[in-house]
């Protein structure tokens, strides 16, 4: 049975799903920072997946990407699947601004996390749901 990680549940608020992963947004509202989670049992690697998985967590890192690309006008998208101080396997998406608090440095470590208020987090699930519309169901209190 497949169970999200406690630190990813502690940092994470739950965005919806695609098909194989749920979706979770940090909760910084510093960096608009999503993180794919696929649903399996003990995978720490991508490499662990089976192919029609791995083929299913690309494509939707990819329409992810885009949709953050589109939704928030980023200069960049950083990709990355670390796993360094949680092992489950997560891909994180985080949408990049030549002019954000941690430019052009990594986002990790840079400063302390700052907490959506309710108002900042219906604003970024709205820019979200404005391009993200097919392949994903979201949670039910963002209907």
Not at 63 to 69: F, M, P, R, V
Not at 104 to 133: D, F, H, I
Request: aromatic letters at 12%; a negative charge.
């Amino acid at each position: 049975m497949f169970n999200l990680h406690p630190q990813l549940v502690n940092d994470g608020i739950w965005i919806g799903d695609f098909e194989l992963s749920t979706l979770l947004l940090m909760n910084d509202h510093q960096f608009p920072w999503f993180i794919l989670v696929p649903r399996r049992e003990d995978v720490t690697e991508i490499f662990q997946l089976d192919q029609t998985d791995r083929v299913q967590l690309l494509n939707e890192s990819c329409w992810l990407a885009e949709a953050l690309k589109d939704g928030f006008a980023a200069h960049k998208i950083n990709v990355a699947a670390l796993g360094n101080m949680v092992s489950q396997l997560h891909v994180h998406h985080i949408v990049r601004y030549r002019h954000d608090p941690a430019w052009p440095a990594p986002v990790w470590g840079k400063l302390p996390a700052q907490a959506y208020t309710e108002e900042q987090l219906n604003e970024c699930v709205a820019r979200l749901q404005a391009v993200l519309t097919s392949n994903f169901r979201y949670a039910e209190r963002f209907n």
